[in-house]
């Protein structure tokens, strides 16, 4: 076999040809099939060797120095008759005296429950190493991270077959590669809580890479981008006036690249990805969404504005020859209270707005509880309530269940919609779920009947704070296999 292959290129893509003849070097007749594996695995298709000649177009080599290859020649039943492997080393840097500096063109990051956390900035020369150490949430056998350029999912990265003793509370230290052709690649150790390296392998990455469109294609979609936007202002959808402008720079940017000649087809789709993100926006994965979330802070704003409503009312009443000076006094207290809580939820909700642009689920779910909180507060403030009959705290109890319930079967289908999400990894977490929750239901239904109201409610208070509490952030975790450390 005669194989036409350089030793070294400076080009990454090769034209790889040969030919196979007998003893007595006439071509090898006969149906034969020749297949090359690549130095990730990869198998071409297979290639007819024809008047014992066989051809491999736009061989890639995919790595910087040494790339590793086999090449198989197979009967058409699929027996092997021969095998051969050889090396070439790409040395780009041998081309001559002219310097090109490739850089990361966006900024890198991997997803984790306290948002995004960067891998490598944007500008970065490539090739680059970046290490990170994450702590995992869960017991799950495998760990699936999302990649993200800026704010924009692009793939995960994904580590497989990690041992018991290294679940929830473990360290994570990832160690990824972003080469020269902005390919990525890595390794993981896993680490327990004493410092034990309980596995220590390569990642796996998915990127998802769509084709970029024709010139022609691309200047349609921006047209009807443009009609979409217009019939989204025109229906009464939320268009901001902040939003507006945005997608209005957007528009004109997008429209420049496409003036230009020839188009630069990579930065046209670029700027079109992004309108598509603003004119129509993905379903929100966060927990709350943006929109409940801005909804919890009206109704709280609400709440409040009734409050200091009510007061100035009650001081109204003081304007009698017989003012009631403590009942003013109390009406003023309640709406210095009232005022100081409405500049809270302002922070609030700037804070939450922030923390779901950033995809800190943690954060996000904090503040909401404040938010909560505060509604609560002043909505029962005036009405002290008095411990209900026994069959009423029972009741209460199990209705407090059933929401969580609900809340772990939304989550769940939620999980199983994500393109992302591998469901399988988090069968044995939502096993693990129910049965807590059943195990809750048992515990209140136990509750003793003759307890008076005050003490079954105690005994729901605890069962909250000792279990329910518990779930409810298990479930809010969902689909999240790490934090920041």
């Known amino acids: 076999m005669l194989l036409d292959a350089p030793e070294t290129s400076v080009l990454d893509l090769l034209n790889l040809a040969g030919s196979i003849t007998d003893a007595a070097g006439q071509p090898l007749s006969g149906s034969l099939l020749a297949v090359l594996t690549d130095p990730l695995g990869r198998a071409s298709e297979a290639s007819s060797v024809a008047d014992g000649r066989f051809l491999f177009a736009d061989v890639e080599l995919p790595d910087e120095g040494v790339n590793h290859f086999r090449l198989a020649l197979a009967r058409e ?18 081309g001559g005296s002219s310097t090109i500096r490739t850089v990361l063109p966006r900024m890198l990051s991997i997803e984790t429950v306290d948002g995004l956390v960067p891998l490598a900035d944007e500008g970065v020369a490539l090739p680059a190493r970046v290490s ?62 004493d410092g034990r390296i309980v596995a220590d392998q390569r990642i796996s990455v998915r990127l998802e890479m769509p084709e970029v469109p024709s010139a022609a294609d691309l200047a349609d979609e921006l047209g009807n981008l443009q009609l979409q936007w217009l019939l989204n202002e025109q229906g009464g959808v939320d268009t901001t006036n902040a939003i507006a402008e945005t997608v209005a720079t957007q528009f004109a940017a997008a429209a420049r690249v496409l003036d230009q000649q020839p188009v630069d087809r990579q930065e046209l789709h670029a700027a079109l990805r992004r309108l598509r993100l603003l004119v129509n926006p993905p379903d929100d994965d966060m927990r709350p969404t943006r929109r409940e979330y801005l909804e919890c802070v009206e109704q709280c704003r609400a709440a409040l504005r009734e409050t200091v409503e009510k007061a100035e009312a009650v001081a109204a009443e003081t304007d009698e020859p017989v003012p009631d000076e403590r009942k003013a006094a109390h009406a003023a207290e309640l709406k210095a209270r009232a005022e100081r809580y409405l500049e809270m939820v302002g922070r609030l909700e700037q804070e939450g707005l922030k923390a779901h642009g950033a995809r800190d689920r943690r954060m996000l779910a904090r503040l909401h509880d404040q938010l909560t909180d505060i509604e609560a507060t002043v909505r029962d403030r005036s009405r002290p309530l008095e411990a209900p009959p026994n069959f009423i705290g029972k009741f209460m109890g199990i209705m407090e269940i059933m929401r969580l319930r609900d809340r772990l079967n939304d989550a769940v289908r939620h999980l199983s919609q994500r393109e992302h999400v591998h469901l399988e990894d988090w069968s044995e977490t939502v096993s693990r779920l129910e049965a807590g929750r059943d195990a809750a239901m048992r515990e209140v239904e136990a509750i003793d009947d003759e307890l ?12 909250h704070s000792r279990i329910l509490n518990a779930l409810e952030r298990d479930i809010d975790l969902l689909g999240q296999d790490a934090s920041r450390v």
């Not at 990690?162 to 990525?184: C, F, M, Y």
């Open 77 to 94: 039943d699929g027996v092997t008759v021969l095998t051969h492997e050889f090396d070439i080393a790409y040395r780009p840097e041998d």
């Open 452 to 463: 008076t109201g005050e003490q079954t409610m105690a005994q729901v208070r605890r069962l």
């Open 132 to 193: 990170c150490t994450l702590q995992r949430e869960n017991d799950n056998p495998n760990i699936s991270l999302r990649l993200f350029q800026e704010t924009e999912p692009i793939g995960e990265i994904r580590i497989e077959g990690i041992p018991p003793e290294g679940g929830r509370g473990s360290l994570v230290d990832l160690t990824v590669e972003v080469t020269a052709k902005n390919q990525i690649r890595g390794m993981a150790a896993i680490r327990t809580r």
